[in-house]
């Protein structure tokens, strides 16, 4: 595994249960079939009220959890700010001496 992927799976882990399966549902269909998709919104309508807020002390089971959590990580794409950059290279002299401006138009005649 890479920083990237570490930091998205650390992201999940921190996450509550409600942002969670939001997460998962703002994902769309993709990635997830029709059942996954049912389930996780029961879980939602469990988890909280009518307004969206959470239901003080309803939480996931653990098999629930972390099967919400393995779906995530394979739903929610890698954050381009983790993935590390390659070995910086010089810039060939050829770029170095570019116009600042692009040239102007020939006249017409």
């Not at 990237?4 to 409600?18: C, S, V, Y």
């Not at 998709?37 to 909280?48: S, V």
């Not at 990580?73 to 692009?102: F, M, T, Y």
């Amino acid at each position: 595994m890479n920083d990237a992927e570490d930091r998205r799976n650390a992201r999940i882990a921190k996450m509550g249960d409600l942002a969670l399966i939001d997460l998962l549902l703002a994902a769309g269909t993709d990635g997830m079939n029709t059942a996954e998709r049912t389930a996780f919104a029961d879980m939602r309508t469990w988890l909280a009220d009518t307004f969206g807020h959470a239901i003080e002390g309803r939480r996931l089971k653990p098999k629930q959890r972390s099967w919400a959590e393995e779906a995530a990580r394979r739903i929610v794409p890698l954050d381009s700010r983790d993935v590390p950059r390659g070995k910086e290279v010089e810039k060939p002299a050829v770029l170095k001496d570019l116009p600042k401006v692009p040239p102007g138009r020939a006249p017409r005649g």
